[in-house]
């Protein structure tokens, strides 16, 4: 009698499994079908945008001999030319420098303006994120067309291009890093009757400081990125030097000018890696 239960009770799960497994293999199938369904339309609309914007991968490969042909040109870098770019390199930091202090200093209240738990009103939110917006949606050589049109050429245009750019980026995640803070602290706050400044000095803004700190860092290191380009549109630093060198088909300056830029990267993303590994 025991022998047949056992035998019952494994023929019972015998087909709890196979049933489970034809379910499984079901809803695969039910996933396969809807992965298909869905990439169908996604790569034709993926080729014909392509076909639309000229995407041609043969055009790079018939390409290919021109691109060497003004490399060639570049090489070798004018080393010589290191010396004149000394200032323009000084002038390049310069205006990093002072773009980011000045979008942390904006962001501060911006930051605040634009959370949902610190703003003093809905329509004070909505606002500040509009701001935020447009002010990321401009890039920095845009910014940099209209303020040298403003102040005129140099370093300080630059300077008013990378801090509204930087504005809008670091306010934007500094605010949603503020509405993601830990709600025990600012409830623990309320409960003793504290008010909605205190609570905000004391809950959220010690939350928010650090990351804060790191994303200020990474925006020195993306402005510093940003400030060699902004000579193109005349706003100073290595980017004018290195569109006046190809303006004049001094292509061995150009390289140099590109060799510069490049080692100047490469340095700020190291030391900008070294402060967020002591920030964090």
Known sequence: MAATTNKSDAAGFARAVAVALEAESRHQ??????????????????????RQIGMNPIAIVSGLPYMWDFLTRMFPPEIEYVLLLVDATVETIK?????TLIAILLSIPLTLLGARNTTPHIVVFHATRMFLNVLRSINELVFALIFVSAVGLG?????????????????????????GVDKGQIEALQATGASKMQVILFAVIPQVVPAFISYAIY??????????????????GLGF?????????KYHQTATCILVIF?????????????RERVI
């Open 219 to 236: 925006r020195l290191d993306v402005s510093i990125r940003s400030a060699t380009v902004l000579g193109l549109v005349g706003a100073g």
């Open 29 to 50: 199938r039910r996933q396969l079908v809807v992965a298909v369904v869905w990439a169908i339309p996604i790569v034709a609309i993926l080729w014909f945008t392509g």
């Open 241 to 249: 030097s290195l569109i006046q060198t190809m303006k004049l088909f």
């Open 155 to 179: 370093p300080f245009a630059g300077v008013l291009a990378i801090a509204l750019h930087a504005t809008g980026m670091l306010a934007k995640f500094c605010a949603e890093e503020a509405e």
């Open 95 to 99: 205006i990093a420098v002072w773009g």
């Open 263 to 275: 080692l100047l990267v490469l340095v700020s993303d190291w030391i900008c890696a070294k402060l």
